[in-house]
């Protein structure tokens, strides 16, 4: 069998977005299920709008969640000779042939066209035909290059998404393959760019479709086999629109900065267009291992922000807490908050309380930065008749072993002798150690807290 090689080729013409990078989510699972190779490509031929920024957040964003690339970065703007030898050899074959149309007489016959309601499209002036006479060659104009595309017949492909598509030739006009300082255009790169890459299957976003009848002529014509071809459908953002960065959409790497763990993601982005029957939360290592073009979904996906962070929990509390710990050490760095060995125990503590490592983050804090209760909580929970047993609970926490049994055997005997009941030790404490009433465990809290924070921090009403 030949070996299975899939892209991902993205124009960086803006901050890459959740809807762009699951156009190399599912290419490169296909490579990584099948054991191919994924290849990256930056189609950065747009010289206005491409920009090194974009580049860098492809790369950060695809190294973040982990899709690897086997070949590549290539950038289309290095492989300008290349794309010319191959012009330069339809051109011999007689597959392209110069037109010399001015862009008035372009806008002439495109007016004429939709005033008899017919669809725009070149209408062959210039295409060489065998007893045809061609206008005479103007002087000083330099011609663009146009494709001669087959006439009569359907160019077809089974779509590994939409099915089987066919499209008449006759509906496909002589397409414009190198412009007047001979550069070639766009749909010709990315042909010879996959047969040099020699890439089996394209799988990129439905906004190509267009493109793939005229893709697929271009390879015949260099007498090459199309790929095979997955048209993905769109991906919607929460208002139903096409998600771009127009309408809101964040860059990927955003999502790291808030907290999301890349194998959540990748979870997550997954869902968004396929799926292994109701299976909502699953591992990387599920996902290649279930993963195939059979599956994916024909309708259009919609992201939404709180399936997304309910995925993100599920992962994070089934993470690893040695695991866990350095990502919400990159956290609390940026807050410039150094850590130390607690602090695995302490995701291990808080992780079931958050769902992502920067509301993880902050709840660490606590741990080791200060606490401000509220004005509110403090009227509410330190009242006259607890402050004596904060008291005694306070001496006792100077002496014991620091440990969550001793803790806890501390708190215990505090209860038996002022009559209180746990809540009404442990509320107030709460406030005063953590800054908050509500928390896990209260022996498992202070023991992580060191004595010296817990003993200063009793004293503060
Ligand atoms: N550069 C194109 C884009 O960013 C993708 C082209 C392709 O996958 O064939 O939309």
């Known amino acids: ?28 699972a296909f490579a990584r299920a099948t054991g191919g190779d994924f290849i990256l490509r930056i189609e950065d031929t747009d010289l206005e709008r491409s920009n090194q920024a974009s580049v860098d957040v492809i790369i950060e964003g695809m190294a973040w969640l982990g899709l690897d690339h086997d070949e590549g970065p290539f950038y289309q703007m290095q492989r300008m000779d290349r794309y010319k030898e191959v012009l330069a ?7 392209v042939y110069p037109c010399y149309m001015s862009v008035a007489e372009l806008d002439a016959l495109r007016e004429h066209q939709m005033a008899h309601k017919e669809k725009p499209r070149y209408d062959g002036t210039w295409r060489p035909e065998p007893g045809k006479s061609l206008p005479p060659v103007p002087e000083g104009v330099q011609p663009v290059l146009r494709f001669k ?7 077809a492909w089974d779509d590994k ?9 006759d509906e496909l006009d002589d397409l414009v393959i190198a412009r007047p300082d001979g550069t070639p255009t766009y749909n010709f790169c990315v042909v010879v760019d996959d047969i040099d890459m020699a890439i089996t299957h394209v799988i990129r976003g439905d906004d190509h479709v267009n493109n793939t009848p005229r893709q697929i002529n271009i390879f015949k014509a260099l007498g090459k086999e199309p790929p095979v071809y997955a048209h993905l459908p769109t991906v919607l953002n929460e ?3 096409k998600m771009s960065k127009r309408s809101g959409a ?5 999502y790291r900065d808030e907290g999301y763990l890349p194998d959540a993601m990748v979870n997550y982005l997954a869902r968004l267009g396929w799926s292994h029957g109701d299976d909502e939360i699953f591992s990387r290592a599920q996902f290649l291992e279930w993963f195939n073009l ?3 979904g024909r309708s259009a ?12 929990a599920q992962h994070l509390k089934a993470m690893a807490d040695d695991a866990l710990a350095p990502l919400v050490q990159t956290q609390l760095a940026k807050r410039r908050i150094t850590t130390d060995e607690r602090l695995p125990a302490l995701c291990g503590l808080l992780k079931d309380r958050c769902d992502t490592t920067v509301a993880l983050a902050d709840w660490v804090m606590a741990f080791y930065g200060d606490v401000s209760p509220t004005a509110q909580d403090l009227a509410q929970y330190i009242t006259p008749a607890v402050a004596p047993a904060l008291t005694i609970l306070r001496e006792k926490l100077t002496v014991c072993t620091w440990s969550k049994e001793a803790i806890s055997g501390a708190i215990k005997e505090v209860l038996a002798v002022t009559g209180l009941k746990m809540p009404q030790l442990a509320m107030p404490v709460r406030v005063l150690v953590m800054g908050t009433p509500q928390t896990p465990s209260l022996d498992a809290v202070l023991a992580l807290c060191t004595r010296e924070k817990v003993l200063q921090r009793l004293l503060a009403p």
């Open 89 to 95: 050899q339809l051109q011999a074959a007689g597959q």
């Open 250 to 254: 964040k860059a990927v790497t955003q």
């Open 161 to 169: 998404v939409k099915g089987r598509i066919e499209i008449s030739n």
């Open 239 to 241: 208002q139903g629109d």
């Open 301 to 312: 996906a919609q992201f939404d922000e709180a399936k997304l962070r309910w995925v993100n």
């Open 1 to 28: 069998m030949t070996q299975i090689r899939t892209r991902f080729a993205p124009s960086p013409t803006g901050f890459i977005h959740l809807g762009n990078i699951r156009s190399a989510l599912y290419p490169w």
């Open 149 to 155: 595309n087959p006439q009569g017949g359907v160019v």
């Open 294 to 296: 059979d599956h994916l």
